[in-house]
């Protein structure tokens, strides 16, 4: 099943990447999933984390009535600090398998946490891609698939996109999702 979608998400991101240092930080982190991509070619490797004593993972799932929102935040595990060389991937669909209808999605990559600059979906000119191999948002939450999608660079939240800066990035992501409250 391929879901093709332009998609003006952007806030959510960063968002998630400032709550999350302190729990992440102090080694109460447990993998429960990887993103395993291409970055313009070079490879990367990240882990969904879930954090046991705060409740919380970098791959939740959340349900708004018929809208479910799925976040999928990879961690390089070698990198000098886990705020850094983050791969995300957002997806906010109708359903609950893989013959949903995805409503937006955004792909993005933080090398330097967040610190300019990152690079974002939003506004490359190219919709991204992402396919559901397998997806279950019932009692055992979790996602499975691959995406492909431009990244463009920015140099600071609000600041425009530089189109003439732009990664492509494509991988596979195969994770638990846990059910945020």
Request: net charge negative; charged share 20%.
């Amino acid at each position: 099943m391929k879901l093709h979608l332009q998609a003006p998400v952007l806030g959510a991101i960063g968002l998630a990447l400032c709550m999350s240092p302190p729990a992440l930080s102090q080694g109460g982190s447990t993998p429960v999933g990887t993103i395993n991509a291409t970055i313009d070619g070079t490879p990367y490797y990240g882990e969904t984390l879930d954090v046991p004593s705060e409740g919380t993972s970098t791959a939740e799932l959340r349900s708004f009535g018929p809208v479910n929102s799925i976040s999928i935040q990879a961690h390089d595990p070698q990198a000098e600090s886990i705020m850094r060389n983050v791969l995300s991937i957002e997806v906010s669909l109708m359903g609950i398998d893989t013959s949903t209808s995805i409503m937006e999605a955004s792909v993005s990559w933080w090398p330097e946490g967040m610190s300019e600059p990152f690079y974002l979906s939003e506004e490359s000119g190219t919709a991204p891609e992402i396919v559901f191999d397998a997806l279950s948002l019932e009692n055992e939450a979790a996602a499975q698939g691959n995406f492909s999608a431009v990244v463009c660079r920015r140099d600071g939240m609000f600041a425009e996109a530089d189109t003439s800066d732009c990664r492509q990035v494509e991988g596979t992501f195969d994770t638990v999702l846990r059910k945020s409250d």
